[in-house]
Protein backbone atom coordinates (compact mmCIF):
# COMPACT_ATOMS: atom_id res chain seq x y z
CA UNK A 1 0.00 0.00 0.00
CA UNK A 2 1.51 3.33 -0.87
CA UNK A 3 1.95 5.70 1.65
CA UNK A 4 1.34 9.40 0.79
CA UNK A 5 3.43 11.47 3.87
CA UNK A 6 4.43 15.23 4.73
CA UNK A 7 7.30 15.79 6.45
CA UNK A 8 6.90 19.28 8.91
CA UNK A 9 9.64 20.89 9.94
CA UNK A 10 8.96 22.27 13.80
CA UNK A 11 9.93 25.99 14.85
CA UNK A 12 13.02 25.92 15.99
CA UNK A 13 12.06 28.00 19.68
CA UNK A 14 12.79 24.27 20.87
CA UNK A 15 13.39 20.86 19.50
CA UNK A 16 11.72 17.69 21.45
CA UNK A 17 12.61 14.46 20.61
CA UNK A 18 11.87 11.16 21.91
CA UNK A 19 14.76 8.58 22.63
CA UNK A 20 16.55 6.88 20.23
CA UNK A 21 15.25 3.89 18.78
CA UNK A 22 11.96 4.79 19.10
CA UNK A 23 8.80 5.92 17.26
CA UNK A 24 5.23 7.14 18.15
CA UNK A 25 2.04 7.04 15.84
CA UNK A 26 -0.48 9.43 17.32
CA UNK A 27 -3.51 9.30 15.49
CA UNK A 28 -5.95 11.97 16.49
CA UNK A 29 -10.19 12.20 16.85
CA UNK A 30 -11.99 9.49 15.37
CA UNK A 31 -15.44 9.91 15.80
CA UNK A 32 -17.28 6.60 14.81
CA UNK A 33 -15.42 6.50 11.48
CA UNK A 34 -14.38 2.93 11.95
CA UNK A 35 -13.13 3.05 7.93
CA UNK A 36 -10.74 5.73 8.30
CA UNK A 37 -9.24 3.88 11.71
CA UNK A 38 -8.97 0.49 9.50
CA UNK A 39 -7.42 2.46 6.69
CA UNK A 40 -4.47 3.98 9.18
CA UNK A 41 -4.36 0.97 11.00
CA UNK A 42 -3.20 -0.85 7.65
CA UNK A 43 -0.79 2.18 7.29
CA UNK A 44 0.98 1.93 10.26
CA UNK A 45 1.17 -1.90 9.70
CA UNK A 46 2.85 -1.02 6.27
CA UNK A 47 4.91 1.84 7.49
CA UNK A 48 6.75 -0.40 10.07
CA UNK A 49 6.88 -2.98 7.94
CA UNK A 50 8.90 -0.56 5.51
CA UNK A 51 11.09 1.46 8.29
CA UNK A 52 11.51 -1.31 11.12
CA UNK A 53 12.49 -0.06 14.80
CA UNK A 54 13.28 -1.58 17.85
CA UNK A 55 10.42 0.58 19.87
CA UNK A 56 7.05 1.68 18.09
CA UNK A 57 4.02 2.96 20.01
CA UNK A 58 0.46 3.61 18.88
CA UNK A 59 -1.23 6.57 20.53
CA UNK A 60 -4.73 7.48 20.08
CA UNK A 61 -6.08 10.70 21.40
CA UNK A 62 -9.76 10.02 22.34
CA UNK A 63 -12.88 10.89 21.02
CA UNK A 64 -13.54 7.44 19.47
CA UNK A 65 -17.38 7.49 19.01
CA UNK A 66 -20.18 9.84 18.68
CA UNK A 67 -21.00 12.14 15.69
CA UNK A 68 -19.82 9.32 12.44
CA UNK A 69 -21.58 6.55 12.11
CA UNK A 70 -19.74 3.00 13.65
CA UNK A 71 -18.90 4.09 16.85
CA UNK A 72 -18.90 0.41 18.24
CA UNK A 73 -16.98 -0.75 15.23
CA UNK A 74 -14.25 1.93 16.13
CA UNK A 75 -13.51 0.56 20.04
CA UNK A 76 -13.79 -3.24 18.38
CA UNK A 77 -10.98 -1.74 16.19
CA UNK A 78 -8.90 -0.03 19.22
CA UNK A 79 -9.95 -2.70 21.54
CA UNK A 80 -8.12 -4.95 18.94
CA UNK A 81 -4.66 -3.01 18.65
CA UNK A 82 -4.60 -2.34 22.37
CA UNK A 83 -4.02 -6.19 23.23
CA UNK A 84 -2.40 -7.22 20.09
CA UNK A 85 0.00 -3.68 19.77
CA UNK A 86 -0.39 -2.66 23.34
CA UNK A 87 -1.72 0.52 22.22
CA UNK A 88 -2.22 3.40 24.24
CA UNK A 89 -5.62 4.37 23.91
CA UNK A 90 -6.41 8.23 25.84
CA UNK A 91 -9.73 9.31 27.18
CA UNK A 92 -11.25 11.89 25.27
CA UNK A 93 -14.74 14.23 26.14
CA UNK A 94 -17.03 11.97 24.51
CA UNK A 95 -15.87 8.41 25.83
CA UNK A 96 -15.89 10.72 29.17
CA UNK A 97 -19.55 11.49 28.37
CA UNK A 98 -20.40 7.59 27.87
CA UNK A 99 -18.94 6.43 30.88
CA UNK A 100 -20.73 9.23 33.06
CA UNK A 101 -24.14 7.95 31.12
CA UNK A 102 -23.21 4.21 32.54
CA UNK A 103 -23.50 5.70 35.63
CA UNK A 104 -25.85 7.69 35.69
CA UNK A 105 -29.57 7.95 33.41
CA UNK A 106 -29.69 11.75 34.30
CA UNK A 107 -26.02 12.42 32.02
CA UNK A 108 -27.81 11.46 29.17
CA UNK A 109 -28.94 15.24 28.56
CA UNK A 110 -25.41 16.51 28.22
CA UNK A 111 -24.43 13.55 25.88
CA UNK A 112 -27.40 14.04 24.00
CA UNK A 113 -26.56 17.00 22.23
CA UNK A 114 -22.57 16.13 21.08
CA UNK A 115 -23.66 12.45 19.41
CA UNK A 116 -25.04 10.18 21.70
CA UNK A 117 -27.93 9.21 19.43
CA UNK A 118 -24.95 8.10 16.78
CA UNK A 119 -23.42 5.83 19.08
CA UNK A 120 -26.58 4.09 20.69
CA UNK A 121 -27.10 3.69 16.38
CA UNK A 122 -24.29 1.87 16.69
CA UNK A 123 -25.34 -0.85 19.66
CA UNK A 124 -28.61 -1.07 17.63
CA UNK A 125 -30.32 1.82 19.96
CA UNK A 126 -32.50 3.68 17.87
CA UNK A 127 -35.69 4.73 19.70
CA UNK A 128 -34.12 7.58 21.75
CA UNK A 129 -37.36 9.97 21.82
CA UNK A 130 -39.86 8.41 23.30
CA UNK A 131 -37.23 6.18 25.52
CA UNK A 132 -36.29 7.38 29.22
CA UNK A 133 -33.01 7.95 29.59
CA UNK A 134 -33.19 4.93 32.72
CA UNK A 135 -34.67 2.39 29.15
CA UNK A 136 -31.85 3.41 27.02
CA UNK A 137 -29.58 2.92 29.54
CA UNK A 138 -30.69 -0.23 30.40
CA UNK A 139 -30.52 -0.92 26.26
CA UNK A 140 -26.78 -0.21 26.26
CA UNK A 141 -25.65 -2.49 29.20
CA UNK A 142 -27.83 -5.21 27.31
CA UNK A 143 -25.53 -4.61 23.95
CA UNK A 144 -22.34 -3.36 25.31
CA UNK A 145 -20.21 -5.81 24.41
CA UNK A 146 -17.66 -7.38 27.35
CA UNK A 147 -14.82 -6.21 25.27
CA UNK A 148 -16.38 -2.62 25.06
CA UNK A 149 -16.36 -2.29 28.97
CA UNK A 150 -12.72 -3.52 29.55
CA UNK A 151 -11.37 -1.14 26.93
CA UNK A 152 -13.21 2.00 28.59
CA UNK A 153 -11.99 1.17 31.83
CA UNK A 154 -8.22 1.03 29.94
CA UNK A 155 -8.39 4.11 29.00
CA UNK A 156 -5.76 6.79 29.55
CA UNK A 157 -5.93 10.40 30.88
CA UNK A 158 -2.02 11.31 29.62
CA UNK A 159 1.04 9.32 27.71
CA UNK A 160 4.46 10.92 27.98
CA UNK A 161 7.47 9.80 26.38
CA UNK A 162 11.07 11.59 25.95
CA UNK A 163 10.03 15.09 24.97
CA UNK A 164 6.42 14.87 24.02
CA UNK A 165 2.99 14.51 26.19
CA UNK A 166 0.17 13.41 24.61
CA UNK A 167 -3.07 14.11 26.01
CA UNK A 168 -7.10 14.61 24.36
CA UNK A 169 -7.42 18.33 24.54
CA UNK A 170 -4.71 20.46 25.89
CA UNK A 171 -3.35 21.74 29.29
CA UNK A 172 -3.76 24.32 31.46
CA UNK A 173 -1.01 26.74 31.21
CA UNK A 174 1.12 27.92 33.97
CA UNK A 175 0.42 24.38 35.98
CA UNK A 176 2.87 21.60 36.16
CA UNK A 177 2.15 18.55 33.78
CA UNK A 178 1.66 16.45 37.25
CA UNK A 179 -0.34 18.51 38.81
CA UNK A 180 -2.82 19.29 35.56
CA UNK A 181 -6.40 18.50 36.32
CA UNK A 182 -8.12 15.72 34.47
CA UNK A 183 -11.05 17.75 32.93
CA UNK A 184 -8.22 20.07 31.55
CA UNK A 185 -6.69 17.50 30.15
CA UNK A 186 -10.42 16.65 28.02
CA UNK A 187 -12.06 19.51 27.39
CA UNK A 188 -9.78 23.14 27.73
CA UNK A 189 -9.71 25.26 24.45
CA UNK A 190 -8.80 28.64 24.47
CA UNK A 191 -6.62 29.25 27.80
CA UNK A 192 -4.27 26.26 25.96
CA UNK A 193 -4.49 26.77 22.40
CA UNK A 194 -3.84 30.67 22.88
CA UNK A 195 -1.23 30.47 24.73
CA UNK A 196 2.40 30.82 23.05
CA UNK A 197 3.91 29.52 26.30
CA UNK A 198 6.69 27.11 26.26
CA UNK A 199 5.33 23.91 28.27
CA UNK A 200 7.51 21.31 30.08
CA UNK A 201 7.22 18.81 27.15
CA UNK A 202 5.92 19.45 23.72
CA UNK A 203 2.17 18.73 23.55
CA UNK A 204 0.14 16.64 20.95
CA UNK A 205 -3.43 16.95 21.31
CA UNK A 206 -7.04 16.99 19.23
CA UNK A 207 -10.29 18.00 20.56
CA UNK A 208 -10.46 20.96 18.02
CA UNK A 209 -11.16 20.58 14.45
CA UNK A 210 -8.45 22.56 12.35
CA UNK A 211 -8.51 21.87 8.46
CA UNK A 212 -4.72 20.06 8.68
CA UNK A 213 -2.35 19.30 11.30
CA UNK A 214 -1.61 22.30 13.06
CA UNK A 215 1.95 22.44 14.12
CA UNK A 216 2.89 25.24 16.67
CA UNK A 217 6.30 25.82 19.04
CA UNK A 218 4.82 24.50 22.22
CA UNK A 219 2.04 21.87 20.46
CA UNK A 220 0.53 20.23 17.58
CA UNK A 221 -3.04 19.58 16.86
CA UNK A 222 -4.04 16.39 14.93
CA UNK A 223 -7.76 16.46 15.36
CA UNK A 224 -8.94 17.35 11.31
CA UNK A 225 -12.38 16.78 11.86
CA UNK A 226 -12.32 13.24 10.55
CA UNK A 227 -16.24 12.41 10.74
CA UNK A 228 -17.28 15.40 8.65
CA UNK A 229 -13.81 16.00 6.50
CA UNK A 230 -12.85 12.23 5.47
CA UNK A 231 -9.48 13.16 7.30
CA UNK A 232 -8.32 10.94 9.76
CA UNK A 233 -5.06 11.90 10.77
CA UNK A 234 -2.27 10.22 11.90
CA UNK A 235 1.74 10.85 12.72
CA UNK A 236 4.89 9.46 13.18
CA UNK A 237 7.31 10.29 15.59
CA UNK A 238 10.38 9.39 15.36
CA UNK A 239 13.53 11.83 17.25
CA UNK A 240 12.74 15.58 16.58
CA UNK A 241 10.81 14.85 13.42
CA UNK A 242 7.52 14.30 12.74
CA UNK A 243 5.90 12.85 9.48
CA UNK A 244 2.02 12.23 8.41
CA UNK A 245 1.15 9.06 6.99
Known sequence: MPIASTLYSMPQRRVPS???DTRIYAVGDI??????????????DDDLLRRPIRYSAE???????????????????LATRLVRNRAVCLRGNHEAMLEA?????????????????QTLASYVITNT???TP?????????????????FLQCL???YCCGDFFFV??????????????????????????????AFERYIVHGHTPVPHPDIRNNRINIDTGAWRSGVLTCIAIEGSEIVVL
Open 18 to 20: LPA
Open 31 to 44: HGRADLLADINARI
Open 59 to 77: VYLGDYIDRGPDSSRVISL
Open 101 to 117: FLAEPAALADWLPLGAR
Open 129 to 131: TDC
Open 134 to 150: RDLLRQLHERLPRTHQL
Open 156 to 158: SDS
Open 168 to 197: HAGIRPGVSLELQKVHDMMWIREEFLDSTQ
